[in-house]
């Protein structure tokens, strides 16, 4: 439970307030041709925005690690939803030196964290458009009120590393910050020889500039703007493949020596597991990224190349099945509001009880019912609810384990061969988008031919323990 309260976070960017429109160029303001600030989610009504769908960021970097300071140049490739006369990006922290569209100056200013742009002519509904941002600064991590845990851009001894749910990207470059508008990927990121840089998707090549190097990465799969990540410090690539043939690219900090080895090991055999529950690995290449780091107290489905902190090892067998199931349950399908994080986290943690399951470690109904057992009916486990949990507790426990009791309950109710023909429709009918916790329901009743409200219902939206006829797979109230 790490960025459950971001929300109440109060932003102030440097260069908040200000603006540097063109003479003759008027500010955003609230005129029916002006993008929303926010993409409409009710958890977080600030992440995101609306008016445009990005296609592409194209991502320079030149990061100094003994400074902390990053430069920036973001070249973003949009298409605008509506006609604009300005929209919005989300930043936090960073200067921004100058922003164009369409190879023009256009006005900006900044107000909380969204800097709003003003192009010097309006924009046409369905025209596509560049904008290039440049900004330098040090980055800030969100922080979580109450605690000092940072999410975001996460400085290290040696680099930095990016990690953050339900937002991150903001912190280090200028982007439509929700889920709903995910796009492709260039990262090129110059630093000091001797600094490794890992990053989503593929490398596609290092050049020198003296005593620097720039690394250029690419994910040409699209991606939600929090699966995003970049790791500069003293890793350790290694390459590989799966036993599908799909590049396998771990980076792991130096300094861990060879604690992680036996875990990341078994990443090929996971992945033909998960591969024969769910279907195909989705995208172009998979990894890990393990850093040294203790600043960062989480795992994190990162898309393609998912992050771990070293706490998590020797051992770390179950979370890297179930970052890996997010693949295919987070990234691969995203939630469309964040009150619907179950379809992330209830479906990776019951790929976690199946893999035990094909290890011999207990059958998914025996922890389903173990489970069920030993949590009392007065425990506050039970008073969440999970189908719409509420920013506060969006990464509560039981969103995570009562999501995957209600995935077993759906199984007991539907029987396997339903279920599982359930779960990959889900995958085929959203891949590369986003889905909804009702949009679920219809599919798994479709599946099964089957009414299925009283059984979500129960599961999801009662804040109580179920009776005990939810667990045998006949619901009755």
Same mark, same amino acid.
């Given at each position: 439970?790490?960025?459950?309260?971001?929300?109440?976070?109060?932003?102030?960017? =440097?260069g908040?307030g200000?603006?540097?429109?063109?003479? !003759? %160029? *008027? &500010?955003?303001?609230?005129e @029916?041709?002006a993008?929303a600030l926010?993409?409409?989610?009710?958890y977080?009504?600030?992440?995101?925005?609306?008016g445009?769908?990005?296609q592409h960021?194209?991502?320079a970097i030149r990061?100094?690690?003994?400074t902390?300071?990053?430069r920036?140049?973001?070249?973003?490739?949009?298409?605008?939803?509506?006609?604009?006369?300005c929209?919005?990006?989300d930043?936090?922290?960073?200067?921004?030196r100058?922003?164009?569209v369409d190879?023009?100056?256009?006005g900006?200013?900044r107000?909380s964290?969204e800097?709003k742009i003003?192009?010097?002519?309006l924009?046409?509904?369905? =025209?596509?458009f560049?904008v290039e941002?440049?900004y330098? !600064? %040090? *980055? &800030?991590?969100f922080?979580? @009120?109450?605690t000092?845990l940072p999410?975001?851009?996460i400085?290290t001894g040696d680099?930095?590393?990016?990690?953050g749910?339900p937002?991150s990207?903001a912190?280090?470059?200028?982007?439509?910050?929700h889920?709903?508008d995910p796009a492709t990927?260039t990262?090129?990121?110059t630093?000091?020889?001797?600094?490794?840089?890992?990053a989503n998707?593929?490398?596609?090549?290092?050049?020198?500039?003296g005593d620097?190097?720039?690394?250029?990465?690419?994910a040409?799969e699209?991606m939600a703007?929090y699966?995003?990540?970049?790791?500069?410090g003293?890793?350790r690539?290694?390459f590989?493949e799966t036993?599908?043939?799909?590049?396998l690219?771990d980076?792991?900090?130096?300094d861990?020596?060879?604690?992680?080895d036996?875990?990341?090991?078994?990443?090929p055999?996971?992945?033909?597991?998960l591969?024969?529950q769910f279907g195909?690995y989705p995208f172009?290449s998979?990894?890990?990224i393990?850093t040294?780091?203790?600043r960062l107290r989480?795992?994190l489905?990162t898309q393609?190349?998912?992050i771990?902190?070293?706490?998590?090892?020797?051992?770390?067998?179950?979370?890297?099945?179930?970052e890996?199931a997010?693949q295919?349950?987070?990234?691969?399908v995203?939630?469309?509001?964040?009150?619907h994080?179950w379809l992330n986290?209830?479906?990776a943690?019951?790929?976690e009880w199946l893999w035990?399951e094909?290890r011999g470690?207990?059958?998914?109904?025996q922890r389903?019912?173990?489970?069920?057992r030993?949590i009392p009916r007065?425990?506050p486990?039970?008073?969440?609810?999970?189908g719409?949990?509420g920013?506060?507790?969006?990464f509560?426990?039981?969103v995570?384990?009562?999501?995957?009791?209600?995935?077993?309950?759906l199984?007991?109710e539907i029987g396997?061969?339903?279920f599982f023909?359930?779960?990959r429709?889900?995958i085929?009918?959203n891949a590369?988008g986003?889905?909804t916790?009702?949009?679920f329901i219809?599919?798994?009743?479709q599946?099964s031919?089957?009414?299925?409200d009283?059984?979500?219902?129960v599961w999801?939206f009662a804040?109580?323990k179920p009776?005990?006829?939810a667990?045998?797979?006949s619901i009755t109230?």
């Amino acid at each position: 439970a790490l960025a459950l309260l971001l929300s109440t976070v109060t932003f102030a960017p =440097a260069g908040a307030g200000s603006s540097d429109a063109p003479e !003759g %160029v *008027p &500010r955003c303001g609230a005129e @029916p041709t002006a993008g929303a600030l926010g993409a409409g989610d009710p958890y977080f009504p600030r992440y995101g925005n609306g008016g445009y769908d990005v296609q592409h960021y194209d991502l320079a970097i030149r990061y100094a690690p003994a400074t902390n300071v990053l430069r920036g140049t973001a070249t973003i490739e949009a298409v605008a939803t509506q006609e604009l006369s300005c929209f919005s990006l989300d930043l936090y922290g960073l200067q921004v030196r100058s922003v164009e569209v369409d190879g023009v100056a256009a006005g900006r200013s900044r107000s909380s964290q969204e800097l709003k742009i003003t192009p010097a002519q309006l924009l046409a509904d369905g =025209a596509a458009f560049t904008v290039e941002v440049r900004y330098r !600064g %040090v *980055p &800030r991590p969100f922080v979580l @009120p109450g605690t000092t845990l940072p999410t975001g851009f996460i400085h290290t001894g040696d680099g930095f590393i990016i990690a953050g749910e339900p937002e991150s990207a903001a912190t280090w470059f200028p982007v439509n910050d929700h889920p709903t508008d995910p796009a492709t990927y260039t990262f090129r990121v110059t630093v000091p020889v001797g600094t490794q840089v890992v990053a989503n998707g593929v490398r596609e090549g290092v050049t020198s500039e003296g005593d620097r190097k720039t690394h250029v990465w690419q994910a040409h799969e699209p991606m939600a703007s929090y699966l995003t990540t970049v790791g500069v410090g003293h890793f350790r690539l290694r390459f590989d493949e799966t036993e599908s043939g799909v590049p396998l690219i771990d980076a792991v900090h130096r300094d861990l020596g060879h604690r992680v080895d036996d875990a990341l090991a078994r990443q090929p055999a996971i992945l033909s597991f998960l591969e024969s529950q769910f279907g195909p690995y989705p995208f172009e290449s998979v990894g890990a990224i393990v850093t040294n780091t203790r600043r960062l107290r989480f795992a994190l489905e990162t898309q393609t190349r998912p992050i771990y902190p070293p706490s998590y090892f020797p051992g770390g067998v179950p979370v890297v099945v179930h970052e890996l199931a997010h693949q295919w349950f987070g990234d691969l399908v995203a939630v469309d509001r964040w009150q619907h994080i179950w379809l992330n986290e209830g479906f990776a943690t019951y790929a976690e009880w199946l893999w035990s399951e094909d290890r011999g470690q207990g059958t998914t109904r025996q922890r389903f019912r173990g489970i069920y057992r030993g949590i009392p009916r007065g425990h506050p486990f039970w008073r969440v609810l999970v189908g719409d949990p509420g920013p506060d507790d969006l990464f509560d426990g039981a969103v995570y384990t009562r999501g995957a009791m209600t995935l077993q309950a759906l199984r007991n109710e539907i029987g396997n061969i339903a279920f599982f023909a359930t779960l990959r429709a889900w995958i085929e009918t959203n891949a590369f988008g986003t889905g909804t916790t009702e949009e679920f329901i219809v599919l798994a009743e479709q599946q099964s031919g089957q009414q299925l409200d009283q059984l979500f219902d129960v599961w999801l939206f009662a804040p109580r323990k179920p009776p005990a006829s939810a667990v045998t797979g006949s619901i009755t109230t």
